[in-house]
């Protein structure tokens, strides 16, 4: 695939620009040629580390989250220079700030987003904890992918969405399942998580998802999850079922394997070809 040539910055939440102190919060990609901005902001529960009077999860978000707008609607117009970027951010009054853009190339600007995210906003502590547990869930995948009715996936389309929704695998048994794997910190903003997770469950039950091989059939999410506390999982769970997410413990992959293992069959066996 074709290289692109962009810039990215980091999404700050910087509440004494006089200090210098800030924390990550988010990260932008911004691509000259399409004049495009992709963006991902999260992980805000990490500014309390800076303990700032007034601090508050939902706010901060939408303040990031307007930011994102505004650099969007510039980008679009007039900003498409790393000068362009460094004008905008001198023009940002809050406490929400973007650090010097750096150039950087890419096949897919969302892509590369995720992978910045990843990188450099992500708690490391969280990022060794995702990969202890993504390892065994993208393990079963690989073991299950031979079985009928089971396909490892990266990601599945979503109507509706602009993006794909991750995903380890989907199997087929009347339904497409979805499977992927979440992991809750302890100190998370559990609302903004969820709100996320709800909104995928219900548009992957409501609507037809395509994986390759399979006939579009309505979906449905299963969440592996790896909790802090038998309390958030409870929470979690509660939350989510009004969606028609099914959440799963990394405790129990398991039982989700020869569950799967049961009940996935091709399309096939399942209209009776």
């Not at 910055?9 to 919060?25: F, H, K, M, S």
């Not at 497409?176 to 909104?199: S, W």
């Amino acid at each position: 695939m074709t290289k692109r040539s962009g810039f990215y910055a980091l999404v700050q939440y910087c509440p004494d620009r006089a200090r210098g102190e800030g924390v990550n919060i988010g990260v932008v990609v911004c691509d000259p040629e399409s004049r495009t901005v992709a963006a991902q902001v999260g992980e805000i529960s990490r500014a309390r580390r800076l303990k700032h009077v007034g601090f508050d999860v939902a706010r901060t978000h939408a303040l990031a989250d307007a930011l994102v707008a505004r650099l969007r609607d510039a980008w679009s117009q007039s900003y498409q220079s790393a000068e362009g970027i460094e004008a905008f951010t001198r023009r940002e009054p809050n406490a929400i700030t973007l650090t010097k853009p750096r150039a950087c190339t890419y096949t897919n600007a969302d892509e590369e987003v995720r992978a910045l995210f990843a990188e450099l906003v992500v708690d490391r502590a969280v990022r060794k904890r995702t990969l202890r547990f993504v390892r065994p869930l993208r393990a079963m995948a690989e073991e299950l992918k031979t079985h009928e009715g089971v396909r490892q996936v990266e990601s599945v389309a979503v109507p509706v969405l602009n993006k794909p929704v991750k995903a380890e695998l989907a199997y087929l048994n009347g339904r497409t399942n979805v499977v992927a794997g979440h992991v809750f910190g302890a100190d998370i903003d559990l609302v903004q998580h969820c709100t996320l997770l709800t909104t995928q469950g219900l548009l992957i039950s409501k609507n037809e998802i395509s994986v390759e091989g399979f006939p579009p059939r309505k979906g449905h999410l299963i969440l592996v999850g790896e909790f802090s506390s038998s309390e958030q999982q409870q929470q979690v769970t509660e939350i989510l079922r009004s969606a028609d997410v099914e959440t799963v413990s990394s405790k129990d992959l398991e039982q989700l394997r020869q569950r799967i293992e049961n009940e996935a069959h091709e399309p096939e066996t399942e209209t009776g070809k």
